[in-house]
């Protein structure tokens, strides 16, 4: 559903959102949520999702990419979004994983 570039940009937008919700800058982690949800293109009926994740349940937060049930004129690919979806589950076990052995987490 996104082109590689627009991936990877959202990607290290919401790690570092991690990052600052991991630090408890929730200022920071609200400004990129922010810039996220202005400056990222998504094609034309699908929708980006953040989920944040509580701290005391690891923090990090989850995104994908689903069809906008708001608008009709998508054909959508579930598929692509479950893949996505479980690249990003991975990716945050080991980013996770990661914070915790240089002791940020």
């Known amino acids: 559903v996104l082109q590689a570039r627009i991936f ?10 991690a990052d600052a919700r991991c630090c408890q800058d929730y200022a920071l982690a609200d ?14 009926g699908y929708k980006l999702v953040l989920k944040d994740l509580p701290l005391k349940e690891g923090g990090g937060t989850c995104w994908w990419v689903e069809v906008d049930a708001t608008n ?3 054909s959508g690919d579930a598929d692509g979004s479950i893949l996505q979806l479980a690249h990003k589950a991975l990716g945050l076990a080991i ?3 990661d ?3 240089n002791g940020v987490a």
Do not use: T
């Not at 990877?8 to 959102?17: A, E, P, S």
């Not at 400004?31 to 034309?44: A, F, G, L, T, V």
């Open 8 to 17: 990877n940009q959202v990607d290290v937008l919401v790690k570092r959102r």
């Open 31 to 44: 400004e990129i949520r922010d810039e996220i949800n202005q400056k990222i293109e998504i094609p034309e």
């Open 72 to 74: 009709d004129s998508s």
């Open 95 to 97: 980013h996770a994983s």
């Open 99 to 101: 914070l915790k052995s």
